[in-house]
């Protein structure tokens, strides 16, 4: 069966900061009608995130995930992948990071878009039209990963409940999306529960450099 994941091409701390000292990227404005190409992720870490997605440049995957969250799909399902530094992986109903939807797999929409802090992208399988459901949110900047996998959106508020997210390959008690939406559909968030803030593992980059497919 494919694994679904995110593989570095190339060293992540060097990529980056090489990328990072080279002109700056430019990249479409996003579409209008932001409610409609907002989604609400309400997460067990305690809120609620909000991602402006970008059906300019990648307007089946946005279909995609709006299909999706309205109809329940993304509900309950675990972050079963979290790497401190890089990104939290969500979005296989199976946990473990070998499942999808039972929707057709999506040709790429590889964009000009970076991987920044907070930016949202599909995960895939080594084939280039493999994303399915599953997504990762960046925790950092990870530009080697640039037009290599189709990012669709960015946090725009809530994103300190996605640095929550329990680090772990997959972590040892997983959060999970309590309930996704898109913002034009008025959904109001769950009571959320709070808890104790949990103690993330330190990553050493030898660790960084490994390729994550599972």
């Not at 950092?140 to 996998?149: A, I, V």
């Amino acid at each position: 069966m494919l694994r679904f994941f995110v593989y570095l091409m190339v060293t992540l701390f060097g990529a980056s900061f090489a990328h990072a000292q080279a002109e700056p990227v430019t990249v479409p404005e996003p579409a209008a009608n932001p409610a409609e190409n907002t989604l609400h992720l309400d997460l067990s870490t305690g809120g609620r995130v909000s991602i402006l997605m970008f059906p300019d440049t990648a307007p089946a995957h946005v279909e995609r995930i709006k299909t999706l969250a309205r109809q329940g799909f993304y509900n309950g399902i675990v972050f079963h992948r979290v790497i401190d530094g890089f990104m939290a992986q969500t979005g296989d109903p199976t946990g473990t990071g070998t499942g999808g939807s039972p929707l057709p797999d999506l040709k790429a929409e590889f964009n000009p878009r970076p991987h920044l802090r907070g930016t949202v992208s599909m995960a895939r399988a080594q084939g280039q039209d493999s994303a399915n459901s599953q997504f990762f949110i960046c925790f950092q900047p990870r530009f080697q990963l640039d037009n290599k996998y189709t990012v669709f959106g960015r946090v725009i508020a809530g994103m300190q409940y996605v640095d929550a997210i329990q680090r772990g390959e997959p972590p040892a008690t997983p959060d999970r999306i309590l309930q996704a939406s898109v913002a034009s559909d008025n959904v109001p968030p769950p009571a959320f529960v709070p808890r104790a803030p949990v103690a993330q593992p330190q990553i050493s980059v030898d660790d960084l450099n490994k390729p994550l497919g599972n």
